[in-house]
């Protein structure tokens, strides 16, 4: 290995490519951030740009991150011969899966541009660098990296925390790993900034972050660390704006025409753009259509999503060859322009069923069951015939299993009810995070030790 090859994901770098001079409402995001350079505020626009580039990338909600969300669940297979795939749907990740590296790469890459955001932005000089553009890019890129340390305590648990740009190895050659609450807790800190400094939307833009977005993630947040009452108080507060979202009918409505993009539907999703596009097709798609159909959809949730008292119209999310296969058909365009869904408002919608639930409001009317049957309704079902807590928390359960199947949640799920030992048998604990990847290990001298039960 060459010298200069260090702790690789403290200096995972891009390069300043193009500026714009706007930044356009609901269009791809194709920019890459200025990493050095923020001298104005079309720069840092361009370097905020950048930041959501780099969350819509391959390795990150692009394709990879999100399969640690579905592959170890219960609803998708391997169709392939890699066994790099197969470790997730086996539990038997082992630390030189190399996807594992690629997603650890893409996060910190993405904390990396949003850290350099947040230092920079604040000491530029520009006179047409009005104070509320300014906090508004701060606050998208707190938001981003809140987002990301979610997202890598979910996969990993303690992680290093990383608040400053990193240029070199030598930066942060010393940083240690936090431990999953100090990460949770940076994420608290975040979003809360986040929410000091964003504006509430004027009108529905889904691709940026704004006040909203930062409940919605404060929601699932909440969820997480089973604080009921603000769960549920976050996801009203996002629920209450019906002129910006709201659950289409039918299910499909939110991505099926190919004009579906930004709809209300989505509190926040990443766009892509022929140049820029969403790698998840080719691997859901079939050779038929274009893809590889490296995974699809296992036989027990086909028979799910395709049972009318179970399914519903989400069967949409299913169809066949005619030779047969059935395939995954979320990601389906061509070019592959499909955005990826980071937050829908139906998450809000079952996030505060949970959190009603778990403080035993079940009312039809006004608590858990009311919310869980409006997804219910919309998936053309008829309400949910649970009537005490721990039925009404399964079939939350079992709702959102359908409703999120080919989006990054299931598994993630699972672990944080505890209910992974019961639903997929996978009763090492130590197996409820992943290991981390065996080349940061090796580059980190000693400050990067392996999670327990790994190698």
């Keep these: 290995m060459q010298a200069q090859i260090k702790y690789s994901f403290l200096f995972f770098l891009t390069v300043t490519l193009v500026s714009c001079k706007k930044f356009l409402a609901v269009q791809p995001v194709d920019y890459v951030s200025d990493q050095v350079t923020i001298v104005d505020a079309t720069s840092a626009q361009t370097a905020v740009r950048g930041v959501y580039r780099a969350l819509a990338n391959d390795n990150y909600y692009g394709s990879l991150f999100q399969t640690f969300g579905y592959l170890p669940g219960d609803n998708v297979q391997w169709t392939g011969s890699q066994s790099v795939i197969q470790q997730f749907i086996s539990h038997?990740?082992?630390?030189?899966?190399?996807?594992?590296?690629?997603?650890?790469?893409?996060?910190?890459?993405?904390?990396?541009?949003?850290?350099?955001v947040i230092a920079k932005v604040p000491g530029v000089v520009d006179v047409t660098f009005t104070p509320v553009l300014r906090n508004q890019l701060i606050g998208e890129a707190r938001f981003i990296r809140a987002l990301a340390y979610f997202d890598l305590a979910r996969v990993w648990g303690g992680v290093p925390v990383v608040l400053t740009p990193t240029l070199s190895s030598a930066d942060?050659?010393?940083?240690?790993?936090?431990?999953?609450?100090?990460?949770?807790?940076?994420?608290?800190?975040?979003?809360?900034?986040?929410?000091?400094?964003?504006?509430?939307?004027?009108?529905q833009n889904p691709v940026r972050a704004n006040r909203e977005t930062v409940w919605a993630l404060k929601a699932r947040y909440y969820l997480y660390q089973q604080k009921w009452a603000l769960a549920e108080n976050y996801a009203s507060q996002v629920i209450a704006d019906t002129k910006n979202f709201t659950l289409l009918t039918p299910y499909s409505s939110f991505f099926n025409p190919a004009s579906a993009v930004a709809t209300k539907e989505s509190v926040f999703e990443l766009s892509y753009s022929p140049t820029y596009t969403n790698a998840h097709r080719g691997y859901w798609q079939p050779p038929a259509n274009g893809g590889t159909r490296q995974w699809a959809p296992n036989d027990a949730f086909v028979a799910l999503v395709n049972d009318p008292t179970i399914g519903g119209?989400?069967?949409?999310?299913?169809?066949?060859?005619?030779?047969?296969?059935?395939?995954?058909?979320?990601?389906?365009?061509?070019?592959?322009?499909?955005?990826?869904?980071?937050?829908?408002?139906?998450?809000?919608?079952?996030?505060?069923?949970?959190?009603?639930?778990?403080?035993?409001?079940?009312?039809?009317?006004?608590?858990?069951?009311?919310?869980?049957?409006?997804?219910?309704?919309?998936?053309?079902?008829g309400a949910s015939p649970a009537v005490n807590q721990t039925d009404v928390l399964l079939a939350i359960e079992n709702e959102r299993r359908i409703e999120f199947a080919l989006e990054p949640h299931r598994w993630f799920d699972l672990v944080r009810t505890g209910r992974a030992a019961a639903v997929l048998g996978v009763t090492d604990p130590k197996k409820y995070v992943f290991p981390f990847p065996a080349t940061e290990v090796t580059l980190s001298n000693g400050n990067l030790p392996q999670n327990p039960g790994y190698n």
Excluded at 338 to 351: F, G, M, Q, S, T
């Design 92 to 116: 038997n990740i082992q630390a030189d899966n190399g996807n594992l590296e690629s997603v650890w790469l893409g996060i910190y890459a993405t904390i990396n541009d949003a850290n350099n």
């Design 172 to 203: 942060k050659s010393s940083t240690g790993v936090s431990s999953s609450d100090q990460v949770y807790a940076q994420v608290l800190s975040d979003l809360n900034a986040a929410d000091s400094l964003l504006p509430l939307p004027a009108t």
């Design 313 to 381: 119209n989400r069967s949409a999310l299913v169809a066949k060859t005619s030779a047969g296969l059935w395939y995954g058909n979320l990601y389906y365009r061509s070019p592959s322009t499909d955005p990826a869904y980071v937050i829908r408002i139906a998450e809000l919608y079952l996030i505060r069923a949970e959190a009603r639930a778990q403080q035993n409001n079940l009312s039809a009317t006004d608590g858990a069951l009311s919310d869980l049957n409006a997804i219910r309704t919309r998936a053309g079902l």
